[in-house]
């Protein structure tokens, strides 16, 4: 028995519907069953653009520049912060200035900085160092990524770097004693006395 007839036995004409054509009971069964095959069909071309799409998504989240604070260590000049940099991109980065805000223990503002990165190409993870000069580093409590001001790459991209892009893409995170992060983090030390 073919995949048609099998696929017949199951369907039962419609009660008065008839083709319009041959009048048959039969005939109606038969474009039963070729709507039932185009829906099919349709359902199995929705179901495969959904896929696409999700693994389009799943790959566009995928692609980040990751920046870790590391570690902070008093040097003689101040404060000294390693940060982790690595380029997730399917492009190389010529290089990302970013302005970060420096917050006491208090959560008051206490520097802002711009930090310029060297080259990543892609891939590429590369360690930073930055000196804050007449800075303790027990006297931060913590790091925000407060905006990149510049961001390069190659200019024949479909999407090239830009400053807001690289913001959009920017991960961050900390494994030294104080987070590093694009919003701030509630100071649960302080206490207000007001």
């Not at 389009?56 to 008093?74: F, K, P, T, V």
């Not at 000069?133 to 006297?139: E, F, H, R």
Request: with cysteine; net charge negative; charged share 20%.
């Amino acid at each position: 028995m073919s995949f048609e007839t099998s696929a017949m036995s199951g369907l039962q004409p419609l009660k008065g519907r008839f083709d319009p054509v041959s009048g048959d009971a039969v005939s109606s069964v038969r474009l039963q069953l070729i709507r039932w095959r185009s829906w099919s069909v349709v359902g199995s071309v929705l179901v495969f653009l959904l896929l696409l799409t999700s693994i389009g998504s799943a790959a566009a989240a995928s692609e980040r520049i990751s920046i870790e604070l590391n570690r902070l260590e008093d040097v003689e000049s101040g404060c000294r912060m390693s940060f982790v940099m690595t380029n997730g991109l399917k492009e190389p980065v010529e290089g990302i200035t970013m302005e970060a805000v420096l917050f006491d223990r208090d959560g008051i503002v206490a520097r802002f900085l711009l930090l310029k990165s060297r080259p990543m190409p892609v891939g590429k993870t590369r360690v930073q160092q930055f000196d804050v000069a007449n800075t303790a580093c027990n006297a931060l409590g913590q790091v925000l990524l407060n905006d990149v001001t510049a961001c390069a790459g190659p200019a024949r991209t479909p999407e090239p770097l830009t400053p807001e892009r690289c913001l959009e893409v920017i991960e961050t995170a900390s494994r030294a004693s104080i987070p590093f992060s694009t919003t701030l983090t509630p100071n649960s030390d302080r206490t207000d006395s007001q």
